[in-house]
């Protein structure tokens, strides 16, 4: 049972590359989320997707897109890298979706991280 | 959005010493989560506690709804607590505190 993988763990890109990170879980969850890390700062969700089929914006969306391949995979697509997204990305999953509401346990469990950076 | 805020910022501790971290929060929430991001980038979780108190051997937290706030409480601290310490609530979408550094020395 590894919980959530995510490759690669390092990439560096040049400007304008594109590039796709892969993320999978194994706890039959129904929501995957996509986050980025700053140097100092708290995790910002970038994209997430409540069940198969769907994906919604989160706070920082733009400059990316997504793709829940199935219940399993979540991708994260950067079309043309730019220096601003060099950061450190994290996939996680949790059985329900963000807007659950209250009186279900909705814990996020977190991949390792991958870091990207933009030259 | 809703806005988090953690304190203090920093922390340093020599090993043995108790601590209290804290975590407001501006507007009601659905869920809370602790989690410990260590010197490797690894997020780990901690607690999941909307509302009440838990605790899970030298650490305990307790959030308080009503009044907008959780703590974590880390007793007889050792070097491998060091890291930061991060706050997460959820309310349609989830938030992230800016994290307390904490550093314990031997």
Known sequence: ????????????LKTGQSMTLQCAQDMNHNSMYWYRQ????????????????????????NGYNVSRLNKREFSLRLESAAP?????????????????????????FFGPGTRLTVL | GIQVEQSPPDLIL???????????????????QWFHQNPWGQLINLFYIPSGTKQNGRLSATTVATERYSLLYISSSQTTDSGVYF???????????????LTVKP
């Open chain 1, 1 to 12: 049972n590894a919980g959530v993988t995510q490759t690669p763990k390092f990439q560096v």
């Open chain 1, 38 to 61: 700053d140097p100092g700062m708290g995790l910002r969700l970038i994209y997430y997707s409540a069940s198969e089929g769907t994906t919604d914006k989160g706070e920082v969306p």
């Open chain 1, 84 to 108: 601003s997204q060099t950061s450190v990305y994290f996939c996680a999953s949790s059985e329900f979706s963000l807007h659950t509401g209250t009186g279900r346990r909705n814990e996020q």
């Open chain 2, 14 to 32: 020599q090993e043995g010493a108790n601590s209290t971290l804290r975590c407001n929060f501006s507007d009601s929430v659905n869920n809370l």
């Open chain 2, 87 to 101: 706050c997460a609530v959820e309310r349609g979408d989830m938030r992230f505190g800016a994290g307390t550094r």
